[in-house]
Structures are given as C-alpha cells and as structure tokens.
C-alpha cells in the first residue's frame, strides 16, 4: 500500500470527493459521462481550480487538454492543491502567522513559522527551489537564444519498486522579458509504455506561472506527445515567463531526460539549428526507441525476421548505421 494510495482513501475519509466529480469536470474531461457528479449548488471547490493531478481522480481519463493524459489518474501523492483544499475545508489557517510566504505559498497550520510551498518551491518562505529528495536540484540560467543541451538521470535500474519516490527540481530562468523554451529529445526508456500512467517515474514539466499551483504536465516512456523524434517535427514547449520548471521523480529505475532550451521572446521565434533534434549523420531510429525495442525482442518482428522495415526504421537498435 503506497503513499498515494493512503493519502487518497485519507482524503476521502475528510470528505473530500473524487476530482472527476467536480461540477465544472466536463470542460476539463471527455468521457465522463454516466460517472457521478456534484452539484454546484451542494459542493464546494473552495476557490481552487482543476488540477489533473489531483490525487482524488479514480483512475485515467480522456482529457480535453492531450498534454496532461499521463498526468491524472497516477498515486504519487496529493498535489498542492488537494492539501490546500483540506486545509480551507476545515479552516486549518494560521491565526498569526510569523512568516511571509512566497511563490503562492501559505503558512503551515502545523508550524505558522514556515510555509507550505507549490511543489517546485521549498524553504521556510518558498522562496528558493525545492531541494528535492537527493539534495541535487539546481537553478540553470538561461543566457543565450541558441540552444544548450541539458541531460540528467534519477535512480537506478535495479527493478525494486521502492515505497519512497526520488525527486529532483531544476528551474530554468531567462531573463526579464524573455520565455525558456524546451525541446525534448528523451523522457526515460523506462518499461513503461505511453499508455501507462508515470506511476513509478517521470519528468514534469511546469511552463504556465498562473499555473504553478497546479501540477504540470507529466511524461515518461518517450511520449511521443513531447518528445521531438525528427528535424522535421520539432515539438516546442514555451514558458509564459522568465521561468520554467522540469521535475524527475523515480520510484523505480532510472528517468531519464535529454532536453534543449534556450530563451527566445515568443513561442513562434525560428528554431535555430542549435535546436535541431537530430545532426546530420546521426544514427537513429525514425520510429520511437521504445518501440523499436519492443519490436527488437520480438522474434516475428525483430532485426532478423523483418530487416527491409527495420533497418530502415530502427537503424539505431539494429544496428545498421
Ligand atoms: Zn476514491
């Protein structure tokens, strides 16, 4: 029995319903139909807006917004807003609060000398970055409109499925008036496959600042909704402000992340060739990597049984260049 697990039968033990089952969930849901739903009239959000990753959701749906679909549905643990919700429905607030907090934190009401943070934020006051698990997170700045390449890796590919999640921050700061772009080219090769949940890793990646109490987009297994896998389709994540946010988290092997950023002034600035994906020359495969290696271990589908297909698409893992 996981943490997440707990803190979701918790919650609902205090009350809390199911995030699908918020009035407003249809504008953020697409196949919800017939599952229950509140009332405005006898249910309270509290003021505090849909998170795809509430710990309250039953499981995945179909969400109107395609960046957040591994996102809902996991058990990490409750996010910033499932813990701000418990603590407005039972008026836990700090009477005289002996902190001022930053970033959109508010003063713990188990300690009103220090601040209960948006995940990304730590300290007493929010005011610096989430130190994380490993003591390893860590502030880029973001100096130039050509793209650098930032690669990390948390965790260890032992196949324990620890009870504890590993978990790194990295802040991407532009300048003022500049936004931090990222190009991802790998996102974990992890055994998870797209369709699965990051229950045991993943990144996520916060780019929105409104938004930054809510969780942000969340991937793993090369999502191919994130991962630029050519030159020709480069998928560009822009932040709205001079700072943007990456988390890995592991609870199991290695999370992997290879990503470009750069600044630039708008999302529609021409990609350079510093952002290319791939360079000349490079040895690729032009299907995904998880998927060539699942047709690698298949014996009618391998390098051997069909190699016009695969060294063509999977040159990298046939080895064919
Ligand atoms: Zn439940």
Not at 134 to 156: A, H, M, P, R, W
Request: charged content about 25%; proline content about 4%.
């Amino acid at each position: 029995m996981y943490y997440g697990t707990i803190s979701h039968e918790i919650l609902h033990v205090l009350g809390i319903k199911h995030q699908q089952a918020r009035y407003d969930r249809d504008d953020y849901l697409n196949d919800a139909n017939g599952i229950e739903i509140l009332d405005e009239t006898n249910s309270d959000n509290f003021g505090s807006p849909y998170d795809y990753g509430s710990v309250m959701h039953y499981g995945r749906f179909d969400t109107t917004q395609k960046l957040y679909d591994q996102t809902i549905g996991h058990r990490v643990g409750p996010s910033f807003i499932d813990i701000a919700m418990i603590n407005q429905r039972y008026k836990c607030f700090c009477k005289t609060p002996t902190v001022t907090c930053l970033n959109g934190g508010y003063p713990n009401p188990n300690d009103c000398d220090s601040c209960i943070c948006q995940h990304g934020y730590g300290s007493r006051t929010c005011g610096e970055i989430d130190p994380g698990t490993e003591d390893e997170s860590e502030v880029i700045n973001v100096e130039s409109d050509e793209c650098q390449t930032f690669e990390k890796s948390l965790g260890t590919d032992n196949n324990i499925r620890y009870n504890y999640y590993k978990k790194t921050w990295y802040h991407f700061k532009a300048p003022p008036g500049k936004k931090v772009q990222f190009i991802f080219l790998k996102g974990s090769d992890a055994d998870q496959s797209e369709s699965d949940g990051c229950d045991d890793n993943g990144i996520e990646v916060k780019i929105t600042k409104s938004k930054f109490n809510r969780t942000g987009f969340v991937f793993c297994g090369n999502n191919n909704k994130f991962i630029s896998d050519s030159n020709d389709n480069i998928k560009k994540f822009t932040s709205t402000n001079n700072l943007a946010m990456l988390q890995l988290f592991t609870r199991k092997n290695k999370i992997d992340v290879i990503v470009k950023y750069r600044f630039v002034d708008s999302e529609s600035d021409e990609v350079p060739s510093s952002c290319a994906p791939f360079n000349e020359g490079d040895c690729k495969n032009i299907d995904t990597d998880a998927k060539c290696k699942g047709w690698a271990a298949d014996p009618d589908e391998n390098c051997e049984a069909d190699p016009d297909y695969m060294s063509e698409n999977c040159a990298k893992t046939c080895g064919t260049c």
